[in-house]
């Protein structure tokens, strides 16, 4: 059913026909008749998603990926990009937890729930939207979370970004924005056209020039989130 989602404060048609990207984007959807003017339109064929030949997956599944896909490559026209991370949000602030996948991010978040308590909150568990808007990062939940149902349709000014890596003990280093472009560049979009490349390189080299990007060695601990907090809340 052709519906207006509001995701990262866009207007956004897609026609969701199968239950899974039904039941993720229903806190985003809009009430009343879909809007004739947007800014980003989805919409793909069971043909075309079957292109994606993977024979694990159902067509709800090629469904929730794809439109995952195409809203975040659509997403670089509005100034910005998804980010393969935990996003935490607390005291007003949101906090990015970058890894590849198996690293921990998840777990890493979690430990800021059981440490900090109710009043942190999940923005999005596994592909958060970015944006800039008058010079400020905002990090957005959206209905694309990964495996898990974790993510709130708000909106919460980007504090700093931490990339994580397993260890035996609890060290947080702020890096240089050098430093820091490669491991996120990995973290985000693939297979772009060279318009989008670019765009995409623009708007991290901006990301990383105003926003503090730490490296956390960690264990799987409260320990870790109260060593990740005090370094980066500022």
Request: hydrophobic share 35%.
């Amino acid at each position: 059913m052709l519906s207006t989602f509001r995701i990262a404060d866009l207007l956004v048609n897609m026609n969701v026909r199968y239950p899974l990207l039904q039941t993720r984007a229903q806190d985003y959807r809009l009430d009343g008749p879909p809007l004739q003017e947007c800014d980003i339109s989805i919409d793909m064929t069971d043909e075309q998603l079957k292109k994606l030949n993977n024979p694990y997956l159902g067509l709800s599944e090629y469904e929730y990926l794809a439109y995952g896909s195409r809203f975040y490559r659509q997403l670089l026209r509005f100034d910005g990009m998804m980010l393969h991370a935990s996003a935490v949000a607390y005291h007003g602030k949101a906090y990015l937890f970058s890894a590849p996948c198996q690293t921990g991010k998840s777990t890493h978040a979690q430990q800021w729930k059981a440490c900090f308590g109710p009043e942190v909150s999940i923005i999005n568990d596994d592909k958060p939207a970015i944006r800039v808007k008058n010079g400020v990062f905002y990090a957005y939940g959206t209905p694309f979370s990964g495996k898990t149902d974790l993510n709130e349709n708000v909106c919460v000014p980007l504090q700093a970004i931490c990339i994580l890596e397993q260890g035996n003990s609890n060290v947080i280093t702020k890096i240089s924005s050098s430093e820091a472009i490669f491991p996120l560049l990995h973290q985000t979009n693939h297979y772009l056209s060279e318009e989008n490349m670019q765009r995409l390189l623009s708007l991290l080299d901006q990301l990383v020039r105003s926003i503090p990007v730490y490296q956390l060695r960690c264990t799987i601990s409260e320990e870790a989130a109260r060593t990740a907090y005090e370094a980066m809340h500022g």
